[in-house]
């Protein structure tokens, strides 16, 4: 089992490595995008859509290798990667920790917190799984903490000025 942290790289606020697996550079005004890296492949991530909630992503050429579809009302969603079609479903009321499942068999946890030098903590079980698979999904927990994050920020400005 491999425990292993997406961590801001010094001296560069929008890059991020996961040790072993690759890097992370946020792009985009509000970090909407990221080009991931590891060994000699790239990808482009990118969130789609109206208030951002799926992601897509593509390899160098352009050629679409994955997507989050998010749930409507529940966290988590179905992430499709390579082909191979799977879960990130929610593995904790409290916080925003997720498992990536193929079926019944959990590949990794990823526990989210949003912003900061530490945004992601991965916990791999077993055999890694592909290098993109994991960026990708570290890349769209970090999203999903921040979108909770926003909402709960949101949520007590309008319950502190919302009382008359």
Do not use: C, H
Request: aromatic share 8%.
């Amino acid at each position: 089992m491999a425990d292993l942290e997406l961590t801001r790289v010094p001296g560069d606020r929008r890059l991020y490595g996961l040790d072993g697996v690759g890097t992370l550079r946020l792009q985009g005004l509000a970090s909407r995008s990221a080009l991931a890296e590891s060994d000699d492949r790239r990808w482009q991530f990118a969130r789609r859509g109206f208030f951002g909630r799926g992601v897509e992503a593509t390899d160098e050429t352009g050629t679409a290798v994955g997507d989050f579809a998010p749930r409507n009302l529940r966290r988590g969603g179905t992430l499709r990667w390579a082909g191979r079609e799977l879960v990130l479903r929610p593995s904790s009321s409290w916080r925003e920790r997720y498992a990536l499942a193929d079926g019944d068999r959990e590949l990794a946890t990823f526990d989210g917190k949003g912003w900061g030098r530490r945004p992601v903590r991965v916990t791999i079980g077993g055999a890694a799984p592909d290098p993109g698979l994991v960026l990708f999904a570290a890349f769209i927990v970090r999203g999903l903490a921040e979108d909770a994050s926003t909402a709960a920020a949101a949520g007590s400005t309008a319950a502190v000025s919302g009382g008359g």
